[in-house]
């Protein structure tokens, strides 16, 4: 089973509320990512965790916040929704932490944020 | 940085008849980056169709090809004859140095009968 599975798959949240998004896996995968999709864009890694250690991108830092309770699940963060984050947010994993191993995506969360 | 290029956003092609879809790169953080084809169906995650690690491979899935070119700087996706499952968003990508995917904007295919 090559499932990636992301909750909710859409969200509706208020400007200045925070939201949480969950992503589960259970390939026991050591590395899970997120990415940010706006239409017309390409992907954008946001950040990723390899076993515990948590890596974000320097364009995003401040931004988001993860965490990664256990090997199967990995959340993502937002502290303050602006305007600016509606977009789909889609998880990944993979099995190795160099990235050479094939990244499995989820069917992404869109959020709309008012 | 790294980036990717697909040039059309959208393309629309009869079923049977044959399909390309431009893709080139620039790699700046490695002289010869891995490259992807993902594909998204409707209501799916992106899943992999094809990659080639090395220069001058080509890759094959699902009856589409891609050929790493690394003079041109190429990697475009072929289909000889589409069908109406193909209907999807198509994204080229590479792995750099740092292992980091660079996905390019993507390119939804209809196919109509």
């Known amino acids: 089973d090559t499932t990636v599975k992301q909750n909710p798959r859409y969200k509706l949240a208020r400007v200045g509320k925070p939201v949480n998004l969950i992503c589960s896996q259970t390939?026991?995968?050591?590395?899970m990512y997120w990415y940010q999709k706006k239409p017309n864009q390409a992907p954008k890694l946001l950040l990723f965790?390899?076993?515990?250690?948590?890596?974000r991108e320097a364009d995003t830092f401040e931004k988001f916040q993860s965490s990664r309770p256990n090997n199967s699940f990995c959340s993502l963060y937002i502290g303050s929704a602006g305007l600016e984050y509606s977009a789909m947010y889609l998880c990944?994993?993979?099995?190795?932490?160099?990235?050479?191993?094939?990244?499995?995506f989820g069917p992404g969360t869109r959020l709309l944020v008012l | 940085g790294d980036s990717v290029t697909q040039t059309e956003g959208q393309v629309t092609v009869s079923e049977s008849k044959s399909l390309i879809i431009n893709c080139t790169y620039s790699?700046?953080?490695?002289?010869?980056?891995?490259l992807f084809w993902y594909v998204r169906y409707p209501g799916e995650g992106l899943q992999l169709l094809l990659k080639?690690?090395?220069?001058?491979q080509k890759g094959s899935s699902r009856g589409f090809e891609a050929t790493y070119n690394k003079e041109t700087t190429s990697f475009h996706l072929q289909k000889a004859s589409v069908q109406e499952s193909d209907s999807a968003v198509y994204y080229c990508?590479?792995?750099?140095?740092?292992?980091?995917?660079?996905f390019g904007k993507g390119t939804k295919l209809s196919v109509k009968s």
């Open positions: 990508a590479l792995r750099g140095s740092n292992a980091k995917l660079t």
């Open positions: 790699a700046t953080s490695i002289a010869y980056p891995n």
């Open positions: 080639v690690i090395t220069a001058g």
């Open positions: 390939m026991n995968h050591d590395t």
């Open positions: 990944a994993s993979s099995r190795g932490g160099t990235g050479q191993d094939t990244q499995y």
């Open positions: 965790y390899y076993d515990k250690i948590l890596n």
